[in-house]
């Protein structure tokens, strides 16, 4: 299914946007994609985003970072509190907006970090979500001025969550990848996302990072917020959801296809990480791209 381009509106008296959506029945399946980058904060909602090849539950509260031109759509299964709609508030930014913000203000250099761990999106930790909920919903009856200023308050405080998870995407990100300012990670990287589903190891990859080992551990970690393995894995999952919704192939083909030997291994991992066997994710989300 191809996403839709949703063109973004800039208000005249703000350089960034803020939409209070609210929606009495639902959230529906919308598929599209943007070259902003989009902050979206989902209140008295519970169901599922999806994300590139990612599906995730969400929940009253999510937080989540997209980057540019990603696909994705939320779709609500349930309120939480009935009599009220589904709330969310979204914030869509450029990435020239940011970066000029990192190249002429010192103190913002911690959100470049961020924007590279969002190229494709990133999930914030529970405390960092709580933290800033409240400034997230005042900003809805500030000024323009008052609101940028707490936006650049966010910005920094989800900058320093160290819990903050990657969501992958299952392409190459070819491109992309050119915001990642350390070679050594940027060959890495690249490497993964056109070998994932071929054998790989540590060693193997701090070589061509030219690092030692515990050295490859602690820079892999830095840039990407997880382990190499991990990184792996998540991988082949996002892949294998990519694959499992657009029906191509049995199960035991797919898992081989995105590079397990094991489809009792790629069962568990897929289970442990989308709470769901492929077979039940194929029947609950395969009819929305197909």
């Excluded at 063109?7 to 994609?33: G, M, Y």
């Excluded at 405390?127 to 323009?144: D, L, N």
């Excluded at 008052?146 to 405080?157: F, P, Q």
Aim: include cysteine.
């Amino acid at each position: 299914m191809k996403a839709s381009f949703e063109k973004v509106p800039t208000p005249t008296n703000a350089s960034w946007t803020l939409l209070n959506r609210r929606l009495a029945d639902a959230i529906p399946f919308e598929w599209h994609h943007h070259p902003e980058y989009e902050l979206t904060l989902t209140l008295n909602s519970r169901g599922h985003r999806y994300i590139s090849s990612d599906v995730g539950c969400y929940d009253d509260g999510d937080l989540v970072l997209v980057g540019p031109n990603v696909p994705h759509s939320w779709s609500s299964t349930e309120l939480i509190r009935a009599g009220q709609p589904h709330h969310a508030l979204v914030i869509w930014f450029t990435e020239a907006w940011a970066e000029s913000l990192v190249s002429l203000f010192p103190e913002m250099g911690p959100l470049r970090p961020l924007l590279v761990a969002a190229q494709n999106a990133l999930t914030f930790s529970e405390g960092a979500s709580r933290q800033v909920r409240p400034m997230i919903e005042a900003m809805v009856a500030q000024e323009p001025a008052e609101r940028l200023a707490s936006l650049l308050l966010i910005l920094n405080i989800l900058a320093r969550d160290s819990q903050a998870t990657r969501i992958l995407p299952a392409q190459p990100l070819h491109t992309r990848l050119k915001v990642i300012e350390d070679d050594r990670i940027h060959r890495v990287l690249e490497f993964l996302h056109l070998n994932y589903a071929t054998a790989v190891s540590v060693p193997d990859l701090a070589e061509i990072a030219c690092v030692s080992v515990s050295a490859f551990h602690r820079m892999f970690r830095r840039h990407t917020r997880c382990t190499a393995m991990d990184y792996v894995m998540r991988l082949r999952i996002g892949h294998a959801c990519e694959l499992l919704m657009q029906g191509n192939g049995t199960v035991s083909l797919v898992a081989e296809q995105v590079g397990y030997t094991s489809q009792a291994l790629f069962n568990r991992q897929f289970k442990a990480l989308k709470g769901l066997t492929p077979s039940e994710f194929r029947r609950r989300h395969g009819h929305y791209f197909q």
